[in-house]
């Protein structure tokens, strides 16, 4: 997949045109508007800046008020943040790796930031070095920070969204938010419910060109996906006891009910002949999470110093009754079988936090803290088969198993920072966590074990005022990355007779450290930095325990390093908002113990650009393009992708109405591809996602005051993170 030239051309010139805007610039500007409206008395609002980088390296994007207010999710704004990568049910911090989800300054799980109302967020906070003050679990941080004022009064707003896609149908969305305020006493409500069609398709080519056991599957996996119920929901009420204290308790959860098929068409060639088999799953997936919080703040003196105490029950409930209809074709003549799954999966957690924030002086800070999460997974998977001449299902013992986890992490974290003379401040810090857990399957046999380990994580912070234009940085953070639930789960995904996703129990956490010296010369922002990963967690397709066969799983690799490097610029004036950056990023992954062919280490370029034009008294429009170029990364390469978004919104009635219509990913380049060989295996895959689409919103505010006070202050472990 190549970038196109003109796209390419376009960001470049509008990353150096936006070196060249100074305050003489936007003078001209201004002069010019007023003197060509002296008689209408038009007055053009100067917009509210996009981006602001920090001397940290911490990059705040703000939301309200600003066209990115119309995402119809989170997931979808996440998407369309500098340095953040969206795909394959991750998010990425460019040069970072994958992060975890804050809300408020509280970490929150998948699940959980999905159903934020996206009208209730003012800010989202990019941290690259997350102090000790975060779990240790994630490479970075993003933090989602909602509206929190003191008004009295009614506030609400409903949307409904139109989504049109040629790749994937259409779908809506419908999301209603309503806030009450009278005297100490706040309430919040939210509900969405998503209906329609979805879609994800996936190409992947398994070959082994040696002769004597040559081999070629061509695999093609459609997931066409029946919305039948995706829905979230929340309440809570705050009690203010005073401006300095507050408790609050929240409930929330969401459903998703799927439906529809998944079509699996494997061609396979080999020695002895070509075969072909054609699989049909329709599914009927049910997932129900629920979610309570029982939070208590408050400011311990004149100075700001804070105690925050959280509590959290995370429960999820899962069930699957799949009816799988597998035809093969082979030389012999035709099989027809059929295939139920039926899967019971349930995840309880309890968690319990307590933060205290000490200010010693105007100088300097003390922060301490400690939690501790109590998890239990328990799930069932039946498969049952049957011929098709006969229909009389039986237990399959190989792709049945149950699977029993327990997982207890105790924690505690200080931070002091403090200042060096008047340029210099910097921040020391450890976290320390403690593990233990014990797994039970008796998938491929019984096994059973018990582990605990412990870790010590320190970071360290730098920060320099130089002069009044120049500031510079320096930070070290050592991370760690705990495997998800269900990668440790041996359980069978089943995709067609050769091809199988399953866990993996023997998983180690993966650890990261990560080094960067960053500059901030005016507007400029400038970063480089490099991470060292053990035990890196990757994904491979394995030979199975038949000649032909492959298994999806998650594997540790040996090693890992990532160089980056990065420029970012962003200027505002009265009538257009620009956000800009170009990042080099080069990684290496060793491993030698599945039998990877090494490749070439090839850098990867990525460009990025946002801008906002505003057309007085008439409409806002937006033009959103990057580009995140190919990767060569030592044990394999990945393919390019990339995406141009346009929407154009429209205000009517003092306001209260907002339209917006967006064109998304307009020439639908964000595809996942790739190659790797493992095993004597050449891997090739090209995912396909529901990007490209119309959307059409209408979003109505009401109510008598515009502010909401209600601070949702959530307690939610990395473990609810893993859950998914």
């Not at 920070?145 to 896609?165: C, L, R, Y």
């Amino acid at each position: 997949m190549k970038f196109p030239a003109s796209l390419f051309f376009f960001i470049y010139c509008l990353f150096f045109y936006s070196i060249r805007v100074n305050a003489q610039s936007i003078k001209t500007v201004s002069e010019k508007v007023s003197r060509n409206n002296e008689l209408n008395e038009v007055v053009i609002k100067k917009q509210t800046a996009l981006v602001k980088y920090s001397s940290n390296g911490t990059i705040d994007v703000n939301v309200a008020n600003t066209v990115l207010s119309t995402s119809s999710s989170v997931n979808e704004l996440l998407s369309r943040v500098p340095n953040v990568i969206v795909a394959e049910g991750q998010i990425s911090v460019l040069g970072k790796g994958e992060a975890i989800i804050y809300l408020n300054g509280i970490l929150i799980n998948y699940e959980r930031f999905a159903t934020i109302p996206v009208s209730q967020i003012a800010k989202i906070e990019v941290i690259s070095n997350p102090s000790s003050k975060y779990d240790a679990e994630g490479k970075a941080v993003v933090n989602i920070i909602t509206k929190q004022n003191k008004e009295h009064g009614i506030m609400g707003s409903a949307s409904q969204h139109i989504t049109v896609s040629k790749f994937a149908g259409t779908s809506t969305n419908t999301l209603v938010d309503f806030n009450y305020t009278k005297g100490k006493f706040s309430f919040i409500s939210n509900y969405g419910l998503q209906l329609g069609k979805g879609r994800e398709l996936l190409y992947t080519t398994r070959t082994r060109p040696n002769p004597n056991e040559f081999m070629k599957s061509t695999l093609t996996t459609d997931w066409l996906r029946e919305f039948n119920n995706y829905s979230n929901f929340g309440f809570g009420v705050q009690y203010s006891f005073s401006e300095k204290s507050y408790v609050s308790l929240a409930y929330s959860g969401n459903i998703e009910d799927l439906g529809g098929t998944v079509e699996s068409r494997n061609s396979i060639d080999n020695n002895f002949g070509n075969s072909f088999y054609a699989t049909d799953i329709a599914k009927n997936d049910v997932l129900l999470n629920q979610f309570v919080n029982l939070n208590y703040n408050i400011i311990t003196d004149n100075k700001g110093s804070s105690l925050f105490i959280g509590t959290q029950y995370s429960n999820y409930n899962g069930t699957i009754h799949d009816f799988i209809e597998e035809n093969s074709f082979v030389e012999a003549g035709n099989v027809k079988r059929y295939l139920k799954k039926n899967v019971g999966n349930t995840i309880n957690i309890a968690a319990a936090q307590a933060d205290y924030s000490e200010k010693v002086n105007e100088k300097t800070k003390l922060e301490m803290g400690a939690k501790f999460s109590y998890a239990t997974i328990k799930s069932g998977t039946d498969f049952l088969t049957a011929d098709a001449d006969v229909m009389d299902f039986e237990l399959n013992d190989e792709l049945s198993s149950d699977f029993k986890y327990t997982e207890k992490i105790a924690a505690a974290y200080f931070s002091y920072g403090s200042r060096l003379g008047e340029k210099i401040n910097f921040s020391i810090g450890a976290r320390a966590e403690k593990t233990n857990y014990s797994l039970y399957t008796n998938a491929n046999g019984i096994q059973k074990f018990d582990k605990s380990y412990g870790n010590l994580f320190p970071n360290v912070f730098l920060n320099m005022d130089i002069s009044e234009d120049w500031k510079a940085h320096f930070s070290y953070v050592s991370r760690i990355t705990r495997p998800r639930y269900q990668a440790l789960n041996p359980y069978v995904i089943y995709q067609d007779p050769f091809t199988t996703i399953e866990g993996n129990p023997n998983l180690l956490p993966e650890k990261t450290h990560a080094f960067e010296i960053g500059a901030m010369y005016k507007k400029f922002d400038f970063k480089l930095g490099y991470t060292y990963k053990v035990d890196p967690i990757s994904g491979a397709a394995l030979r199975g325990d038949t000649p032909d066969s492959y298994v999806l799983k998650a594997i540790n690799l040996e090693a890992g390093h990532v160089f980056f490097s990065s420029l970012s610029r962003s200027f505002n004036v009265k009538w257009w908002n620009s956000t800009n950056t170009v990042s080099v990023n080069l990684t290496k992954s060793i491993d030698h113990y599945y039998s990877y062919v090494f490749s070439p280490v090839k850098p990867q370029f990525y460009f990025y650009s946002n801008n906002t034009f505003t057309i007085p008294d008439l409409f806002k429009i937006q033009l959103l393009a990057w580009y995140l170029g190919d990767r060569g990364y030592g044990l394999g390469s990945d393919n390019s992708r990339s995406t141009v978004t346009l929407g154009i919104e429209r205000n009517f009635f003092k306001e209260a109405l907002k339209l917006n219509f967006t064109a998304n990913d307009i020439f639908h380049k964000f595809m996942v591809s790739g190659d790797y060989n493992v095993g004597q295996t050449q891997i090739y895959y090209h995912r396909t996602y529901t990007t490209n689409y119309f959307k059409l919103i209408a979003t109505y505010s009401f109510g008598n005051s515009k502010k909401t006070a209600f601070k949702k202050s959530e307690i939610e472990q990395s473990e609810n993170n893993r859950a998914k």
